[in-house]
């Protein structure tokens, strides 16, 4: 069993800055591919960014040079880096994982881009 729990969300102003994790727990586990998604008001849940087990990363139009993710073997963690965020950036972003063939998503994390 894997439980995957982001954090990190929360208000910001456009313009700032915010950094998401999500923390991977169950036996025997080690973090290699991640993905992170977010759902939008009224819209699908749409990937954003991942990195394999390889390290190689993977980035929507949409966010490449603003989002950076990353990973912390240790203590695995996945990170998102969210930087000159917009208004559109408005979402539940979750973190999702397979291992052995089952999907595995976090309960999300709500990050609002308003000023």
């Known amino acids: 069993q894997v439980q995957l729990v982001e954090s990190g969300g929360g208000l910001v102003q456009p313009g700032g800055s915010l950094r998401l994790s999500c923390v991977a727990s169950g036996s025997g586990l080690s973090v290699r591919g991640l993905d992170w998604y977010r759902q939008a008001p009224g819209k699908e849940r749409a990937l954003v960014a991942s990195?394999?087990?390889?390290?190689?990363?993977y980035y929507v139009d949409s966010v490449k040079g603003r989002f950076a993710i990353s990973r912390d073997n240790a203590k695995n963690t996945v990170y998102l880096q969210m930087n000159s965020l917009k208004s559109e950036d408005t979402a539940v972003y979750y973190c999702k994982m397979i291992h052995y063939g089952v999907t595995y998503w976090g309960q999300g994390t709500l990050v609002t881009v308003s000023s």
């Open positions: 990195i394999n087990s390889g390290g190689s990363t």
